[in-house]
């Protein structure tokens, strides 16, 4: 009787292995999607997004300025990505003009790993608590990639007096972003106050200045060096009233 039973549960595992891996399936948006099902979403969209061309896709009007810019080939720009098994993948193209940098920020749903394409650019990331906070920074140029941890706050930018670019690469097709000092600014006040002992009236003067997520110009040094004038250059581009709603 015990090796009847041991047989009927040896079957019923090789039968459920067997479905599995003729039919793998995934946890997309909400419910189980099987490797056919994906299979048959690239098939009626005709393989759309198989190819993605930075050249004709265009930057969100909050990632746009002067300054630099940013292109996502992420599922919201490129649908194509939703059909990948698992988490997917996805990209950023972020364009910097002479001093300008991308802003602080994380991603809270995937690694990131950025490939230079030309110029050089000083990537820099903080440390979890764990981490003791640690500042890591790095000047990174051509055919160079550096490595960030999901969730770790991060930032980059160009010193140099001539335009660079990198390829930021996801290891999701949804990497999410979380703006640094954006976030910072919607705390309350007196939240702010109690962590840093900075006055109120010097905090409420803080949040007067515009949230942005694209890239902006500065560092004194390099506006001397390059002969760029911040007010004329600085060309920021705030975010509207309803992308600021918690």
């Not at 047989?7 to 056919?36: D, H, N, R, S």
């Amino acid at each position: 009787m015990a090796q009847s039973h041991a047989l009927a549960m040896a079957l019923a595992f090789a039968a459920m292995f067997a479905i599995a891996t003729a039919q793998p399936f995934m946890f997309e948006a909400g419910k189980f999607q099987t490797g056919v099902q994906e299979a048959a979403a690239r098939r009626e969209d005709n393989y759309s997004g198989f190819v993605f061309n930075f050249n004709d896709a265009k930057p969100s009007a909050a990632d746009d300025t002067p300054n630099g810019n940013l292109i996502l080939n992420q599922v919201a720009t490129n649908p194509f990505l939703s059909t990948l098994p698992g988490d997917g993948n996805g990209q950023t193209l972020i364009t910097l003009g002479p001093c300008s940098g991308n802003t602080p920020h994380s991603h809270p749903r995937g690694s990131e790993i950025s490939f230079m394409l030309y110029g050089s650019i000083e990537f820099g990331m903080v440390e979890e608590n764990s981490g003791q906070n640690r500042l890591v920074i790095a000047n990174i140029t051509q055919n160079e990639t550096i490595h960030i941890p999901t969730g770790i706050m991060h930032f980059s930018f160009n010193y140099q007096c001539e335009p660079a670019a990198f390829l930021a690469n996801f290891a999701t097709k949804d990497p999410g972003t979380q703006t640094t000092w954006n976030s910072l600014m919607r705390i309350p006040t007196h939240i702010l106050n109690s962590a840093t002992t900075i006055p109120e009236r010097l905090i409420n003067g803080l949040k007067q200045f515009p949230q942005v997520t694209a890239p902006g110009t500065g560092g004194e040094e390099c506006l001397r060096r390059c002969n760029i004038n911040q007010q004329t250059a600085n060309k920021l581009t705030p975010l509207n009233a309803t992308e600021l709603l918690p």
